[in-house]
């Protein structure tokens, strides 16, 4: 079952991006649009993954973890609905969901 996810990249375009259950948010952004590079290959230490979800979809995705949680108050570009898109698992619950690629501060 593919994933469509609506983008609004760092350039300020939208685009709609399909994807497969499984793999992460950041390897599907990074591979199909641009401004996510994912420096750090996906282990929430670099920020250069940081999205904004849109709000109808920030409930279904759970709290971050920890890390990610240490990692996005770093960030001075954080408002509700930051995440890391290595942190988020490609799933058939996220097909649909509108989001926006920060970018990279580093």
Known sequence: MSIE????????????L??????TLMELLRD???GVEGICGGCAACG???IVVDEPWQAGLGEPGMDEQ????ALNERTTGSR???QLRLAPEMSGMSLT?????C
């Open 101 to 105: 690629i920060v970018p990279a501060e």
């Open 18 to 23: 399909t994807g497969e259950p499984g793999g």
């Open 84 to 86: 890391l898109s290595c």
């Open 5 to 16: 996810i609506h983008v609004t990249d760092d350039l300020g375009e939208t685009q709609t």
């Open 70 to 73: 240490i990692l996005l108050e």
């Open 32 to 34: 199909e649009s641009s």
């Open 48 to 50: 250069t993954c940081h």
